[in-house]
Nanobody
């Protein structure tokens, strides 16, 4: 069983930046970030393909967030710039156990981190 551990959340003012990181204890394939705001469903943020590094973003974060990964160290990062109050949520790292296509729904992922809180003040 692969474990994912996130770090890097916190409190930031609107317009600021944060960088989230996620370390996997074993081999994973596509890795993604999701977020869940209070009282809302978990939503897709970004995904990166394990081979080739192709990326895909939710429209709400496109141009502001950037996902990257280090396959040698089984880590994925999310650079978040120009943060807005509506970005406030618990952010989760997720990974797939098999090499498959891009997925943007939570049930497609096999492993999850515990989540890290991101709060953007106005």
């Amino acid at each position: 069983q692969v474990q994912l551990v996130e770090s890097g959340g916190g409190l930031v003012q609107a317009g600021g930046s944060l960088r989230l990181s996620c370390a996997a204890s074993g081999r994973t394939f596509n890795m993604a970030w999701f977020r869940q705001a209070a009282g809302k469903e978990r939503e897709f943020v970004a995904v990166i393909i394990w081979s080739g590094g192709s990326t895909y973003y939710a429209d709400s974060v496109k141009g502001r967030f950037s996902i990257s990964r280090d396959n040698a160290n089984n880590t994925v990062s999310l650079q978040m710039n120009s943060l807005k109050p509506e970005d406030t949520a618990v952010y989760y790292c997720a990974a797939r156990a098999r090499s498959m296509g891009i997925a943007t729904i939570p049930k497609s992922y096999d492993y999850w981190g515990q989540g890290t809180q991101v709060t953007v003040s106005s």
